[in-house]
């Protein structure tokens, strides 16, 4: 009978290994998907931002085309992700980017609860490390958006978004509590808005040639409790991409957002640095109602499966009527790639961003792990 159950524990075994030894093959393989099938993959989650810590949980992707046989429709992507951080941070998301037959029409969804320490330095391209103060965000956010194509790669879209923010400050005598700018820390928006968009990339995961620009208008109305925000915010995200060989290719990007109206909430102020523009500052670390970024990126593709990038960029924060062009701040960096779906584009990286070195403080950098290129 012993040997019975070693016979079938080696046959298991030997099952085990083959079926990951065939994962493994196919995760390497440089072969591409000539027939464009849809690929899901259910993965641990996993990531890392000096934000957050190390982020631990559960996630699937799920890669697709709306028309297989149009070799020009982009692919579209569903996210799910579950995840804990090693600095007590949750997170649950779904992210949703369509594209419709012939692109015509392009859905972008957003829902996501999160729950995260994060380190409040107060406002302006100024703020001083020596104030950080400790606080826990809880965000609940929803966005639904749908753009059309009216004319040749030209999208006009309409767009609803709805968040609420509550904060808690763990250091009640910190600047958090103690200035009465920031009081309105904790309440909703609801805001509707239009786009309008001019997009020539040849891939929307993984872009190697193209030009794209889409300008945003979003308002939020006066119909929540009194003192709360009422206003606009305005956003122009502008792309260009050169194919400079086969395996290079650069990249550069433009961002400029701005904020008006009555009683605007800390939580709603422009936030310089993440893992997609100004990598190596801490998110939020300078904030303000407007903020300018640019930042350029050299791509190198080793193969369908593995790649490399350079990056820099600068940028700055300023309210209202306080530009200053000596106020704007470097970064740069280097990153790897591993493509999991080589065919659309879809990739896992690991960037490492650097900024500028204040007076009596350590330089600021990051570590970054994360799904999709940064623009």
């Known amino acids: 009978m012993k040997k019975i159950y070693l016979i079938i524990f080696f046959i298991a075994l030997s099952g085990s290994s083959f079926a990951q030894m065939k994962l493994i ?22 990531g890392y931002a000096q934000e957050t810590g190390f982020q631990f949980g559960v996630g699937a992707i799920f890669g697709f085309y709306v028309d297989r046989k149009d070799t020009l429709n982009r692919p579209s992507s569903i996210t799910l992700n579950l995840n804990y951080s090693t600095k007590k941070a949750y997170n649950m998301s779904t992210i949703l980017d369509v594209w419709g037959k012939e692109n015509n029409l392009h859905y ?10 994060f380190n409040f330095y107060g406002v302006g391209n100024s703020t001083s490390e020596a104030n950080e103060d400790k606080l ?26 709805f968040e609420n923010y509550e904060y808690n400050d763990l250091q009640p005598d910190g600047i958090f509590n103690a200035n009465p700018y920031y009081k309105n820390r904790n309440g909703t928006v609801l805001y509707i808005g239009v786009s309008q968009a001019y997009d020539s990339r040849n891939n ?22 009194e003192g709360s925000f009422t206003g606009s915010q305005i956003k122009f995200d502008l792309r260009n991409f050169w194919k400079l060989s086969n395996k290079f290719s650069f990249g550069v990007q433009g961002l400029y957002n701005i904020i008006t109206g009555k009683n605007t909430p800390v939580y709603l102020l422009q936030q310089m640095g993440n893992d997609e523009m100004m990598r190596g500052y801490y998110n939020g670390r300078f904030r303000d109602k ?3 970024v640019a930042q350029g ?36 960096g280097a990153g790897l790639r591993y493509f999991f779906d080589p065919e659309k584009g879809i990739s896992i990286r690991l960037d490492y961003g650097v900024g500028e070195k204040r007076s009596n403080e350590q330089r600021q950098s990051g570590f970054y792990i994360s799904i999709a290129e940064a623009f």
Do not use: C, H
């Open 25 to 46: 093959k196919k995760l390497l393989s440089n072969e591409k998907d000539t027939l464009r099938k849809a690929s899901f993959l259910p993965i641990p989650s996993f």
């Open 108 to 117: 972008i969804g957003e829902l996501r609860f999160k729950r995260m320490p």
């Open 136 to 161: 826990i965000q809880q965000q609940f956010k929803v966005l639904l958006q749908a753009e059309k194509q009216l004319l040749p790669k030209t999208y006009s879209g309409i767009s609803l978004g």
């Open 204 to 225: 929307n995961n993984y872009t190697t040639k193209g030009f794209f620009i889409r300008g945003t208008y979003q308002y939020a109305p006066d119909i929540f409790s």
């Open 290 to 292: 407007n903020l300018l």
């Open 297 to 332: 990126e050299l791509r190198y593709r080793y193969n369908t499966r593995f790649g490399a990038t350079l990056f820099g960029g600068t940028g700055t924060v300023w309210g209202n009527d306080q530009f200053n062009a000596r106020g704007f701040k470097p970064n740069y």
